[in-house]
C-alpha cells in the first residue's frame, strides 16, 4: 500500500483550480463508515483504506500537479449514543489537522438509512462551526441499490435529505457515474464561491 503522503491524483488543467491555491482541506462526514472509506479511495482513485477501517484522523493528501488536497475521514459522529463531551473532542481532533480550519465539508450520504435522527446530530456538529458552514458543505448521495428515474421523486419526498439539501443550497451530486474528476472539480468549486476563505470552530473564533 502506497503511503499516504506519496498518494498522487490524475493530472488535469490548471482552469479546476484558482492559480493561488495551494491546498484545499476537506472533512468528510455521514451516517456510513464504508461509504466514507470508499469516497476517499475514489477522490484519490487509489485504494488508500480497505472499508473495515477505523478512521484514525490522519489527513490522507493527494496532489493534483503542484495542488495538494487534503482528506480528513471521520469516525462514526453520527451515532445516537456518543457524548458531547466525545463529540466535541472529534471534531476538535478534524480542526486541529486542518488548521486554521477546512474549507469544504464533503457529507457521504446513503439515502436508503439516513434518518431525520441522523440530519439532527449531523447539523448539531456542522453548527460547532461558524454560521457560514453551509455554504462551505457538498452532499454526495450514494444508493445500495439500483434505482429508477422515479428514485428523484421518492427523494424528493425523503424529508430529512430534502431539508439537508436545501440548507446547502442544493449543492449535491449523485456518487452514481460520477468520475473523481467531477467530484475534484465541484470541491474546488465550492472553495472559488467562498473566495478560498475556510471554516472556523467557534471555540476558537
Known amino acids: 500500500m502506497p ?3 506519496d498518494l498522487q491524483l490524475l493530472n488535469s488543467s490548471d482552469d479546476l483550480q484558482p492559480p493561488d491555491m495551494s491546498e484545499i482541506r476537506v472533512v468528510l462526514l455521514g451516517n ?7 469516497v476517499v479511495n475514489f477522490i484519490l482513485e487509489v485504494p488508500v483504506f480497505s472499508p473495515e477501517e477505523e478512521p ?40 486541529r489537522l486542518t488548521a486554521p480550519g477546512p474549507h469544504v ?13 441522523h440530519k439532527q446530530r449531523l ?8 454560521k457560514r458552514v453551509f455554504d462551505h458543505s457538498l452532499v454526495l448521495l450514494s444508493a445500495s441499490k439500483e434505482r429508477g428515474s422515479s428514485f428523484m421523486e421518492e427523494l424528493g419526498l425523503h424529508r430529512p435529505l430534502k431539508d439537508l439539501i436545501k ?9 452514481k457515474n460520477l468520475e473523481p474528476r ?14 478560498g476563505e475556510c471554516v472556523r470552530y467557534k471555540a476558537h473564533s
Open 56 to 95: 484514525d484522523y490522519q489527513p490522507v493528501r493527494g496532489l493534483l500537479r503542484d495542488k495538494e488536497i487534503i482528506l480528513i475521514n471521520t469516525p462514526d459522529l453520527l451515532l445516537p449514543n456518543i457524548s458531547e463531551d466525545d463529540l466535541r473532542e472529534h471534531v476538535e481532533n478534524c480542526v
Open 32 to 38: 456510513i463508515q464504508s461509504e466514507r472509506t470508499a
Open 123 to 130: 447539523c448539531k456538529v456542522l453548527k460547532l462551526f461558524e
Open 105 to 117: 465539508f464533503l457529507l457521504v450520504l446513503q439515502p436508503e438509512t439516513f434518518t431525520e435522527g
Open 3 to 5: 503511503h499516504h503522503n
Open 167 to 175: 440548507m446547502c443550497s442544493y449543492r449535491y451530486l449523485w456518487r
Open 182 to 195: 467531477e467530484l475534484f472539480t465541484r470541491l474546488v468549486q465550492i472553495f472559488k464561491e467562498n473566495n
